[in-house]
DNA sequence: AGCAAAGTTAAACAAACGTTTAATTTAAAC
DNA sequence: GTTTAAATTAAACGTTTGTTTAACTTTGCT
């Protein structure tokens, strides 16, 4: 699927305003004022309002996508978990009003046009994170009985728990403005993960 | 403040809607039905649609407070940690969709007249969290240099996305039921959680 | 140049929204 | 029993909502 240029200053505003007023809070006219087009221009292109979600969704599935199959080319285990970490955390960074729309909508939206496809991508995240962790108890690091899906719950949480609170964290962390909060989330959050992830594995009993 | 047996119909309707469709999903008029009032009941009550989500949070605050004052009396730094940790998993799963409002709305509405009481608890629960890794490194059991924030986190964070991904979580973990649900939470995962801290604390480096 | 399709617009549409009104019923006080 | 306040109702209020219309402009093709 293609869009040109108008429609995606569209699809651009409406992530903008999703992301911050959430999508029943967000009016067509409202997009059309923040991408700077005629109101009637949203149905035109993407017939509804809830089609131009479905399409947004649609549109932005290969940004969700995170790339981890270079996995197997590092070393040991635990040099796996800190590289998996990194591109968790830096694609996810990048595209944090992507997560907030997600994160919202896919609660109150309870059956979503393209969950299935986030789905697929999550199940395969999932198995990537298997296979570090069946590669680290073959090397003898890791221990066994632990969980991939809640290993995957507490590394996306703690990351969407920085982006639902980011007023609340950046004012505790004494954190001053929205780029230094992301340089945060870069290398401390992502530190804390690693460290917690490789503890966890490691950890007897 | 003190509520009257309708008043509370609706704080409870309000809140059932607010956590499956949101704020801005819900009309006054879905309230009114859910509590079985009239529609005019909820703004000679609340004043306005506003005020009701402001009077809820109030209502609700005692119930985001969790108790966990007689940690001290127990034993062991790491009997601490499973101590806390239970104590905020059942707070939190009892108060299911209290969590899922605060969690949705704090996100969209950039001010809260309430957020202030919310943020006095989250100070207080980041000091039982600080005392308790400064009991556990006084007693030579954990490692120092471990952020409360990033802890408190981490518990929170991983416990949301449990209540945000219930459909997928619940499908890939082949539970049948909402209450088998209830009861994963308050067993596998309040047990993940506790290990996860306490491997996080006597993390080695 | 002429024509058909696509793009663009302001205006209007009905429905839903939060809120208010005015009339009526219920409850409490004297 | 009468009076006064509180509770409750159906109806209407003016806006805003998502969407459609109909007229107009631009574009691309022969």
Redesign the pocket.
């Known amino acids: 699927m293609e869009f040109?240029e108008?429609q995606i200053d569209i699809l651009l505003a409406a992530e903008r305003l999703f992301a911050t007023k959430g999508f029943d809070g967000?009016?067509?006219?409202d997009i059309a004022q923040e991408a700077n087009?005629?109101?009637?221009?949203i149905?035109?292109y993407f017939g509804?309002?809830?089609k131009l979600l479905d399409t947004f969704f649609e549109w932005r599935v290969p940004d969700f996508m995170i790339n981890v199959d270079e996995l197997s080319l590092v070393g040991s285990a635990l040099d796996k978990v800190d590289v998996m970490v990194d591109r968790y955390v830096k694609s996810m960074n990048s595209h944090r009003k992507l997560y907030r729309v997600i994160a919202i909508e896919s609660t109150l939206k309870q059956r979503m046009l393209i969950s299935e496809a986030f789905k697929k991508l999550k199940i395969h995240n999932l198995e990537v994170i298997a296979s570090i962790i069946n590669s680290g108890i073959a090397e003898g690091v890791f221990k066994t009985g632990n969980d991939p899906i809640l290993i995957h719950s507490m590394m996306m949480g703690t990351f969407m728990n920085f982006q639902m609170n980011q007023v609340f964290l950046q004012e505790q962390l004494g954190i001053a403005d929205d780029d230094g909060y992301g340089q945060y989330i870069e290398t401390t959050l992502t530190e804390f993960i690693q460290k917690t992830i490789k503890a966890l594995l490691t950890y007897e009993k």
Do not use: I
């Open positions: 040109n108008k967000t009016s067509v006219r087009v005629n109101v009637a221009m149905n035109y509804s309002k809830d």
